[in-house]
């Protein structure tokens, strides 16, 4: 979706695409929502949770706002190369498996997986790091939570 309304796309793309798209995720959210069994507690307050899990707040607080102040950051050396191959896969997209596995292996490392999300960052924000940065500080954020949620089982 974010590749859609990329400035840098040069692409003319059908409505269908977009609407192929939404349907896709309102599917993946729907079924999650189906599936999941995550439900909010009526009595729901948010300062016994701070009171219980100050110190993963504490850490998740320092984190976020240390990620803050790197947003505008520069890249050198090595990042430097990935986000300039970055910007060139973002620039080739077309909408195809081949354009994807070809141009989103940065530096020939098979990362796809990093480089999807980083890549929605680039559409949506080309040729400014910060947009990369700000899918980069949400990720820490999904996964500070998550590795949280692991080690705190009982």
Not at 20 to 33: H, K, N, R, T
Not at 42 to 53: A, M, Q, R
Not at 87 to 107: C, G, M, P, Q, V
Not at 117 to 127: D, K, N, Q, S, W
Request: charged fraction near 15%.
């Amino acid at each position: 979706m974010s590749a859609i309304y990329s400035s840098s796309w040069k692409v003319v793309r059908a409505n269908w695409m977009m609407l192929e798209g939404i349907l896709i995720i309102g599917s993946i959210v729907a079924l999650s929502y189906k599936l999941g069994k995550f439900k909010i507690e009526k009595n729901f307050e948010i300062e016994k949770i701070i009171k219980k899990n100050w110190l993963f707040c504490l850490i998740f607080l320092g984190s976020i706002l240390i990620r803050i102040s790197q947003l505008t950051g520069g890249i050198i050396w090595d990042a430097g190369e990935y986000y300039g191959r970055l910007i060139t896969a973002t620039e080739k997209f077309d909408f195809s498996l081949t354009a994807f596995l070809d141009n989103f292996n940065l530096a020939n490392h098979p990362n796809y997986g990093y480089t999807f999300f980083t890549g929605i960052g680039e559409f949506l924000f080309p040729r400014k790091v910060w947009g990369v940065n700000l899918v980069v500080l949400i990720l820490t954020a999904f996964a500070l939570v998550f590795l949280y949620r692991i080690f705190n089982t009982k």
